[in-house]
């Protein structure tokens, strides 16, 4: 089993930063893809950004040029800068990963989630 856990997340206002970390742990075999995603109540979880092992990087198109994923593989462990912040940015931000336990079997984590809140 491999735990996840998100730290960052607060009350900043419209303009303002903040960096997300999230943290694997456990019983790792090989953290491959992790990701960034976020959630409003009752609406779908959505993507906002994924980076490779190898460090590409993908966007959702709402936060290119204002969000930067980043990873340290030594620490197992995934960034999200996020810099001019926007209220429609609040959501409650969830961290993924991808263990590889063979290159046939991948097992997908979440963590528990980090509430981010911008005032206008």
Known sequence: QVQLV????????????????????????????????????????????????GGRT????????????????????VFLQMNSLKPEDTDVYYCNAIDEVTPLELVGYWGQGTQVTVSS
Not at 31 to 36: E, G, L, Q, R, V
């Open 58 to 77: 993908n966007y959702a198109d709402s936060v290119k040029g204002r969000f930067t994923i980043s990873r340290d593989n030594a620490k197992n462990t």
């Open 6 to 53: 998100e730290s960052g997340g607060g009350l900043v206002q419209a303009g303002g930063s903040l960096r997300l970390s999230c943290v694997a742990s456990g019983s790792i075999f090989s953290i491959n893809d992790m990701a960034w995603y976020r959630q409003a109540p009752g609406k779908k979880r959505e993507l906002v950004a994924t980076i490779t092992r």
